[in-house]
């Protein structure tokens, strides 16, 4: 995973960036709709990936942090905008300082920072532009980051992939699909 994570700082401004920017484009209208993720709506996507995007500054600032999955519930807000700005600015207080060597706790055990951060900063990335999709807006990942996540999925072995709680079974990609369609196929995501 070393490749993948070599650079983590840069994915990780680039993925909340990219995440922000999504939210902030949500119309009033659409918060409580179905996602494209079947079990959640906008505002629980929002809200789990506020959670992760969480996880991200903690990280970097040497905190503690939880082992499972950020549950879209315990991070819904009435200004999930203003909250991940405010997450952003820790994000980018913490990262020019940051010992990316530095050994942090993750759920798979210590590790390095840039390791780290690698799953949290890929599923925010993804989860941008499944936010993007729910609101009917065709977007691509921007292309380092779509390779950085490209990477990461290619890096974690099947039966991790398809675990519950994890990605669903993928679906076939249309024969013209982009580099993040076809990744987000696999991830079990439509994309036609």
């Known amino acids: 995973m070393s490749d ?13 960036e990219f995440f922000v920017e999504a939210v902030e484009r949500v119309p009033a209208e659409r918060w409580d709709e179905p996602s494209n993720l079947d079990e959640w709506s906008v505002r629980e996507l929002i809200g789990h990936a506020t959670g992760t995007a969480t996880k991200i500054a903690v990280l970097l ?37 940051a010992d990316m060597e530095a050994s942090r706790t993750s759920p798979v055990g210590e590790m390095p920072l840039r390791q780290a951060l690698a799953f949290p900063v890929a599923d925010v990335a993804m989860h941008g532009w499944d936010l993007h999709r ?45 580099s993040t369609e076809r990744l987000m196929a696999f991830l079990g995501r439509s994309v036609d």
């Open 4 to 16: 993948v994570s070599a650079r983590i700082d840069v994915m990780t401004a680039e993925a909340l």
């Open 61 to 97: 600032e040497d905190g503690e942090i939880w082992e499972t999955p950020s549950e879209p519930a315990d991070w819904v807000c009435d200004d999930p905008a203003a909250k991940l700005r405010d997450i952003r600015e820790r994000v980018r207080r913490a990262l020019p300082n």
């Open 134 to 178: 729910s609101c009917g807006r065709s977007v691509e990942l921007p292309a380092e980051l779509g390779a950085f996540c490209q990477a990461l999925i290619d890096s974690v072995p099947e039966q991790a992939m398809r675990r519950p709680g994890a990605f669903a079974p993928a679906k076939t990609a249309p024969e013209r699909a982009t």
